[in-house]
C-alpha cells in the first residue's frame, strides 16, 4: 500500500505540474451566490445538492450541471474568435463520481466524452478534447453526478495548451464622480481578486479617475487614483486611456462603471479572450442585467442606427433555452460597445470620443472605431435600467449624442427625424413638458455654432440653464396616503386615444393618476387625467405633472419647427461636424481638455 501510495502521490505532483505549467485557465468554475440577487440557474442546474460559497455537495441519486449562464463555454467565442484547437476540463474536490462532457444546441445535446473520476483536493484533469471533433455549433458543459455515497465538488475550470496569440496588457479604468459607496467596495474587490493574484502580476492594471478629486490614499489601498477636473464620463475615460497609453505598457483598456459591479472572473475571462483573439483589433463587450430583475439582459451587444437597438434585451439567462439563444441564434453584429465594460485594444484607436459629457460617447467611440465585437455569456455588470435615470438632463443628453453621432455615420435625415420625434412625443403626451423643454435645447445647441462643443464639454453652462426651466420634474419625497393617486388600468380604443390627443379634447377628471416613473407614461393609464403622479417605490420619491392643453398644443406646434429646421439645415450641419468632429475627438485636443 505504501508503494501504491507513492506513486499516486508522484502522478498527482505529476499532474499539477503539468496544470499549473502548460495548461492556462480560460474560465473558471463560478458557484452560485446572492450578491447580485441572480437566480441560482444562472450558474448551474441541481438536484439533490447543496452549495455554500466554495463547495457543492452531491447527495447519492442526484447531480450538478453547468450548462448555464456563468459556466458553459461557448464554442462561438473560443472556437470561432479564438481559434483554440484543444480544450481541457479539470476539477477538484471529494468523492467517487461520474463526469460527463457535452455539447448544448438551441434543441438538442450531444454526449462527447463520460469518465469515472476519484476527485482529488488538487485540481485535476478530467477531459482533454479537440475542438475540431466537435460537429455542431453550441455550448460545452459538464455535469457530475455520484457513484455511490456523495460527492463534495470543491472547484474547476475549462483550460487549454494552447498558446496565446499575444501578451496582453489590461489596464482597467474606472471614472468616478461622488459615488465612494460604490467604488471604494469595488477597489477592493479587484485588489483581492485580481490585483493581488500573482498569476496577473503585471498583466493588469487598475486606475481610478477621480473626477471628484476626494479619495485618499489610505481610501486607495494602493491603487493608482488620478485626480481629475469633473469632466463627466467622457473625459474621465480619456484621462484613463490617455495614462495607459503614455504613461504604461498596457496593451488593452477596460473601461468600466464606478461600481465596478460584476463577477471579478468576468475581467480574467475578457483578458484571456484578448490574449487568444483570432483578429487583433477585437474587443470584449460585456453585458447589463437589470439590477431589480438581475437574470433579465438590458443588452448584450448593440447596434446604433440613427436609435440604440440594443441585442437580446429582456432575454432571461436563468431559462436556458434563451440563454443558448442568445449566444447561439443570429443577431446583427454590435457596433458599439457600453462603457460599463468594454475592453479595447489602444493600437486600434483612430479617434478618441467625442465630448457629450456623458451618454453617447461609448456609441461615438464605437462607430468611429474600426473594432471586432465580441459578446460573449459569462461576461457581464449589473445596472439600474435606463428607464428609471430618465430625467430633463438626460433626455437632453441623449437628444443631442443620437443627433450627432447619425449625422456623423451619414443616416439619413428623415431617420434622425423619426427618433427626434419619439423623444419628443413620448414626453409630450406623458406631459412632462419640462421634459421637452431640455430636448428641443439639445436640438437648438447640436445646429448652433461648432464652437458650443469647445466651450462646453464639462456641462457647467449648460446645467445651469436646464435648472433655470426645471422646477416640477424633480423627484422629493411623496406621501401617496396624501395624494390618493387614482390607479387606472382601464383600456382605451386607439382611434379615441388619436382623435382626442389622448383624452385632451374630452372633459378631464380633476384627479391624480398614478404610474411608475418611466420613460413615458403608460398613455390608458393617464388618459383624461388632470394630474400625474411619477413615481419611483423603490425610494418612494416622485413629482407630479399638472395637464396643460395650452402647453402641450404650444409644444406640438413646436415640434413641426424643429423638424423643419433639421431638414432645411441638415446637409450644412453634417458638413459642419465631418470639417470639425476630427479635432473634437483627437488626442490633442483631451490632452488640452484634461490639462496634461
Known sequence: MCKIHKLFTLNLLIANKMISNNLICIQNILFPHKTFGSCGFKYMGSNLASHSEDEIVIFSGGGIYFDSYYNALSLPVWKEQCGLNRIVFCAKGKGKAVVKLFVATIGIDYELATKTVEFTENEKIIFEYELSKIEHNGLLYITISPMEDKVFFTGGGWYTPDKPKREVVLGISVTHFNRKEYVLPAIQRVKKNILDNPEFKNKILFTVVDNSKNITNEEASGVNIIPNENTGGSGGFMRGLLHYENDTNATHVLFMDDDASCETESITRAYWILSYALKDNSVVSGSLFMDDRPDFL???????????????????????????????????????????????????????????????????????????????????????????????????????????????LGIPVKKILKTYKLFYLDALYSHKYETVLAIRLALQHVLGNIDFWFNNYDLADVRKEINSFVKVERFHDVNLDELKPIFSYKRRKKIIKKISFNGLLLPMKNKIAYQDFNYCANYDHIFRYKSILYYKPNNKEGFVVQVSRIKFFKLLFGLYIDMYKMRSNYQSNVIKYKNNIGKLTSKEFWTKVLKL
Open 298 to 408: 438590458i443588452e448584450k451587444g448593440a447596434q446604433f442606427d440613427a436609435i440604440c437597438k440594443p441585442n437580446w434585451h429582456n432575454y432571461n439567462m436563468a431559462d436556458r433555452h434563451s440563454m443558448l439563444v442568445s449566444e447561439l441564434g443570429y443577431h446583427p453584429q454590435a457596433n458599439y460597445g457600453a462603457w460599463w465594460f468594454f475592453a479595447f485594444p489602444i493600437n486600434y484607436v483612430k479617434n478618441y470620443t467625442f465630448p457629450f459629457f456623458v451618454r453617447g460617447d461609448d456609441i461615438f467611440f464605437g462607430i468611429s472605431n474600426n473594432f471586432n465585437y465580441i459578446s460573449p455569456i459569462g461576461i457581464a455588470c449589473y445596472g439600474e435600467s435606463f428607464s428609471t435615470k430618465s430625467s430633463p438632463l438626460n433626455l437632453y443628453l441623449d437628444t443631442r449624442n443620437h443627433i450627432i453621432n447619425s449625422f456623423y
